[in-house]
């Protein structure tokens, strides 16, 4: 039970730490505002977290590989490229709508460039898992003759880059985040380009 309260108290610390972080900026942020939103004293919350540089660090290890896990991608492609694209393709524009998605952004646009080696790692945990998958994907679904793709990891990052549009920048200077309809348009939009583009051509020589 002691260990189990401590894991509670450690997770709610961090959570406070995060808000504040991708609210304030890793700068304006001090061990006693975080104390104040987690609602603990400082003495144990350096208990827990010798300096705010640590702590920053623990919350960036254990979201990076939250990037990955919440935008579906199967590891072996069993047909209906379209289907599984829209799957990934929601997840995708999802994350970067919902608050929890906003605050990791923000996190790594501003303030990672004080920690590098954080950004290395939680670049190759985070984005570069995540567009390794789809590049796997993307080439399985080359090789069934699905689509017409040279180089997987390009078409993953065209395939990326047509989702997210112009959304991460939108909700990191506080527009307010697209209904279900408004990401549904999107995301169609940007699955029919990507699918159109990538087609194989018919016999006739015409995509």
């Known amino acids: 039970m002691p260990r189990e309260r401590a894991a509670r108290k450690s997770k709610q610390m961090l959570n406070a730490a995060q808000r504040l972080f991708a609210r304030s900026g890793y700068a304006a942020v001090s061990m006693d505002d975080i104390a104040k939103t987690a ?7 350096y208990a827990h977290f010798d300096s705010k540089e640590k702590l920053f660090a623990e919350i960036i290890e254990i979201e990076s590989p939250h990037v990955e896990e919440r935008v579906p991608i199967p590891e072996v492609f069993e047909g209906d490229a379209e289907g599984v694209l829209r799957n990934f393709a929601r997840g995708l524009a999802s994350f970067f709508a919902d608050g929890r ?8 646009v501003t303030d ?9 790692r939680f670049h190759a945990a985070g984005p570069m898992a995540l567009r390794a998958r789809l590049s796997r994907l ?10 017409s793709i040279d180089d997987p990891d390009l078409a993953a990052d065209h395939l990326t880059s047509l989702i997210q549009g112009r959304l991460p920048f939108d909700r990191a200077i506080g527009l307010p985040p697209p209904d279900a309809a408004a990401i549904d348009r999107h995301v169609e939009s940007a699955l029919r380009l990507f699918l159109r583009g990538y087609a194989r051509a018919s016999r006739g020589g015409e995509p």
């Open 39 to 45: 609602g603990v004293s400082k003495a144990t919350l």
């Open 101 to 108: 998605g906003l605050e990791i952004y923000r996190l790594f």
């Open 112 to 120: 990672l460039h004080r920690f590098p080696d954080l950004v290395r």
């Open 138 to 147: 993307l080439a399985q679904m080359a090789e069934r003759g699905g689509l």
